[in-house]
């Protein structure tokens, strides 16, 4: 079962490769004729490069949790336009230093701030404790606290950006007033500088400790030096088309993050095949030229495949409607390119230069038993059973967490707890009954009968979560009314509509956020209003979740689809590619155990610094997933590819799986060695969405080198035999009708 019968000695001709006059062969070609011309072009584009990565930060733009076409920023639109407010960002937090803060001294104080506030350029309107007539739920319990809130203007990065401008200079420690700055935009302001900083820490961290990683797999400096340059080349050159794609949409700032980490990484990987084949061409007696074209054609199609494989992948997140997860779709797909453009074209052209000084300089010693890979490989499928067990019952154990994953919405929390924003909000979660900022925005178009606006008021106010309702009519609580109409009630007068402001509970908002919203809505359904669309922070985050959920089973089966594809392309076999998206969904399922049981659970929350709250922000792991399975289906591609070849010369399952491990185990080890160290150096950021992806991305990528790839593909291959290889009659002429076995 193990094997097939021997192929046709033609096939086992080690001379001349099989397909050796392909593109990729003439490219290996032509960089060894005229290496200096594509040398120096290549300089030539990495200076432009720089040039235009320089100024790539200040161009890159930030983004709200939003969905585009929802209800809720609809609502915030129609509030915006015919009634002049909408959600609010940004919120001083006012500690009186004496008495309380319904003191004269402290009123008249807290009145002064707020105009100050409100004469700020970029900030659209304001209000506060005592311009709210005394509203409760804008007091701290112990009366001690206040808020004064803001709504900015203009888009996101507009907004964000005119509140750094006046932010620092009000945060104060007065006489009367203490005031501290927080709010969403504050917030996730501070996160995008964090982000920023972590980038610029992350770059003097990774680029010395790949190197050095580089040189003990080389023992070569200049093969090492040589390496890294390829994966600058793909960083610079990433950010540089970054740069130019933000003149025609927006780009998120976290989307550097991954370039530098997926540029090291891929651009390292795919330079470890083409020059680990060049050396082993050189070991073999070929001349420089002509071990460079084999190089070229050989490992650059491998390159060639994972770089398809994790672009389709990252492609895929163009299908949300979101600038954050599209920015990392842009970001990577330029990254794959700019990887496989080096490595296949600079690469073989600098090779050609240094010929034989990127060899060892002491050659290692080949072993009797063929090394450590090709031994592992043999026994596992000496007892394929014993081993694919034990190794797929502890992946299993690993993935068990995340059968309880329970995806939230973000907060502060992403931050230390030591960033002003963050104690802010620290303060507010411990001192008051909810908090104004996030109130549901209950828009009710042809609502105008104040009787009847009043009995709904009464109505919301009786909810369970519900602390406060604000209307035209006053303000409410456990069914009664607590505030007259005042001035700020003339905010919710409309032509033809009102709305209601929601304002829910802490412990509302955290156990059950969608419970709420709907049970508001079904509540204003059901009274005297014929429309009701909500708007509010929350409402705006539940539409992002749900645009988010409904997209994903298109983007994981496409994903999935388009892959199984390409592998189908690159083997002709059926039973490969379905063996691969197994194995690879199991390491995405050992990834999302990690996530949980870190960062969902909060185990090892101490260890890493950060505050888990029960529940993972959703697009983050998706993010993950996408290029997680990209990366994965890296490793797939590389040893599928030395299996195959070996399979053509041998026609033996068996021996062809234990030498093409032996080919491509070290590697993969390697790569993996070296992608698991760059995404490491975001393990100690200060933002959670990093760390998460730092931890997950090294889990995921050690576990798929070792127990899937060492153990697993292995097993499966010896058990299943002939039929790695079977493909029914059509498809094996579709196969050979694209002429692209080799």
């Known amino acids: ?201 992350a770059e003097l961290i990774v680029f010395p400790l790949v190197l050095l990683l580089l040189a003990v797999i080389y023992r070569r400096f200049n093969a090492a030096l040589l390496t890294l340059g390829m994966g600058l080349f793909s960083v610079v050159m990433t950010l540089a088309l970054m740069r130019l794609l933000t003149g025609f949409t927006d780009v998120s ?69 979101f600038p954050f997860l599209r920015s990392f779709a842009y970001s990577g797909i330029a990254t794959v390119l700019t990887s496989v453009f080096a490595a296949v074209v600079i690469l073989p052209a600098a090779l050609a230069r240094l010929g034989h000084r990127v060899q060892r300089k002491k050659p290692a010693r080949a072993r009797a038993d063929g090394g450590w890979w090709h031994t592992t490989a043999l026994r596992v499928t000496r007892r394929p059973l014993i081993y694919g067990v034990s190794a797929l019952a502890v992946l299993l154990a690993l993935s068990a967490p995340a059968l309880g994953v329970n995806f939230g919405t973000p907060d502060d929390r992403v931050l ?10 620290d303060q507010i979660r411990a001192g008051f009954v909810a908090e104004e900022v996030d109130a549901l925005q209950v828009l009710t178009p042809g609502l105008t009968d104040r009787s009847a606006i009043a009995d709904t008021a009464r109505d919301l106010s009786r909810l369970d979560g519900i602390a406060q309702v604000d209307a035209l009519t006053g303000s409410y609580a456990d069914g009664r009314r607590i505030l007259e109409p005042g001035e700020s009630a003339e905010r919710f007068e409309g032509s033809d509509a009102t709305w209601f402001s929601v304002v829910a509970t802490q412990d509302g908002l955290s156990d059950d956020p969608d419970a709420v919203i709907a049970e508001v809505r079904s509540t204003v359904a059901d009274g005297a209003a014929t429309e009701v669309r909500v708007g509010g922070y929350p409402a705006e985050l539940a ?3 749900t645009v988010l959920v409904d997209r994903l089973p298109l983007v994981f089966g496409l994903v999935l689809l388009v892959t199984f594809v390409i592998l189908f392309l690159m083997t002709g076999s059926l039973l490969l590619p379905a063996k691969a998206m197994v194995l690879n969904t199991l390491s995405m399922a050992v990834m999302f155990g990690a996530l949980v049981w870190i960062f969902q659970d909060g185990n090892l929350s101490s260890a890493l ?113 002939r039929a790695n290889w079977w493909a029914p009659a059509p498809l094996r002429r579709v196969h050979t009708r694209f002429d692209i076995e080799d």
């Open 609 to 721: 610094g950060f505050t888990a709250t029960g529940a993972l922000e959703p697009s983050i792991p998706i993010l993950m997933f996408c290029t997680a399975f990209g990366l994965s289906m890296d490793y797939e591609v590389l040893m599928l590819s030395r299996i195959k070849e070996e399979y053509h010369r041998v026609g033996d399952t068996t021996a062809a799986v234990a030498a093409g491990l032996e080919r491509s185990g070290p590697l993969i080890t390697s790569a993996a060695v070296i992608l698991a160290a760059s995404f490491a150096t975001y393990a100690s950021s200060g933002i959670v969405y990093l760390k998460m992806l730092g931890l997950g991305m090294v889990v995921v990528i050690l576990v798929d080198a070792t127990l899937i790839r060492a153990v697993l593909v292995p097993v499966l291959m010896r058990l299943a035999g």
């Open 1 to 201: 079962m193990a094997s097939t019968s021997t192929p046709p000695a033609a096939s086992r001709n080690t001379a001349a490769p099989p397909g050796d006059d392909t593109v990729l062969y003439r490219l290996g070609a032509a960089a060894a004729r005229r290496p200096r011309p594509v040398i120096w072009l290549s300089v030539l584009f990495t200076v432009l490069g720089l040039a235009l990565a320089a100024g790539v930060m200040d161009r890159l733009v930030l983004s709200r949790f939003e969905g585009p076409g929802s209800e809720s920023l609809d609502t915030r639109a129609v509030l915006e336009r015919e009634f002049g407010t909408g959600t609010p960002s940004v919120l001083l937090l006012v500690t009186a230093k004496s008495g309380d803060v319904d003191t004269d001294a402290v009123v008249t104080a807290g009145r002064a701030l707020e105009r100050e506030l409100a004469d700020q350029d970029g900030v659209a309107e304001t209000a506060s404790y005592w311009s709210r007539d005394a509203s409760p739920v804008m007091r701290s319990k112990n009366g001690q606290q206040a808020l004064v809130i803001a709504r900015m203007a203009g888009t996101v990065t507009e907004a964000r950006t005119k509140l750094a401008e006046f932010a620092p200079d009000f945060a104060r420690d007065g006489e009367r007033l203490r005031v501290e700055v927080g709010g969403g935009d504050e917030i996730f302001r501070q996160a995008a500088e964090q982000a920023r900083t972590d980038f610029l820490r």
């Open 416 to 425: 230390p707890a030591e960033v002003s924003s963050r104690v802010v909000q």
């Open 543 to 545: 539409d992002f979740r």
């Open 253 to 321: 700032t976290f989307a550097a993050n991954l370039t530098l980490v997926m540029g090291i990484g891929l651009g390292v990987d795919y330079s470890l095949f083409v020059i680990s084949r060049f050396r082993e061409e050189l070991a073999d007696g070929h001349e420089v030229p002509e071990a460079v074209r084999r190089a070229v054609g050989r490992a650059g199609r491998t390159v060639a495949f994972s770089g398809l494989t994790v672009m389709v992948s990252l492609a895929c997140l163009l299908l949300f409607p």
